[in-house]
Nanobody
Framework: QVQLVESGGGSVQTGGSLSLSCAAT????????MGWFRQVPGMQRELVAA???????TYADTVKGRFTISRDNAKITVLLQMNSLKPEDTAVYYC???????????????WGQGTQVTVSS
């Protein structure tokens, strides 16, 4: 059984920083990409940042220049460094892994349970 373990959420003031971490535990056959999405109640879940297996990064325009995504392939962990946070960054952040698991090589999008990020003004 695979699992995505998220940590690092919390509350900060405008202009502050937070770092999110997502560790992909269990038996993984391969991982194509890892990233972070966020969602506000009643709104569409949106991509924040992603990084492919070869290190190519993608950022939402709203976070470009403020957020940095990175990975540690040895630990199968993806990090999201969030600087200069704004109230509009407030959301539940979900780790996403696109990969294949186990001896059956079941391929899918896998999701963490979500971690709350709150930015107060």
């Amino acid at each position: 059984q695979v699992q995505l373990v998220e940590s690092g959420g919390g509350s900060v003031q405008t202009g502050g920083s937070l770092s999110l971490s997502c560790a992909a535990t269990g038996s993984w056959f391969s991982i194509n990409a890892m990233g972070w999405f966020r969602q506000v109640p009643g709104m569409q879940r949106e991509l924040v940042a992603a990084i492919s297996s070869d290190g190519i990064t993608t950022y939402a325009d709203t976070v470009k220049g403020r957020f940095t995504i990175s990975r540690d392939n040895a630990k199968i962990t993806v990090l999201l460094q969030m600087n200069s946070l704004k109230p509009e960054d407030t959301a539940v952040y979900y780790c996403n892994v696109r990969g294949c698991t186990g001896s059956y090589h079941y391929c899918n999008d896998y999701w963490g349970q979500g971690t709350q990020v709150t930015v107060s003004s």
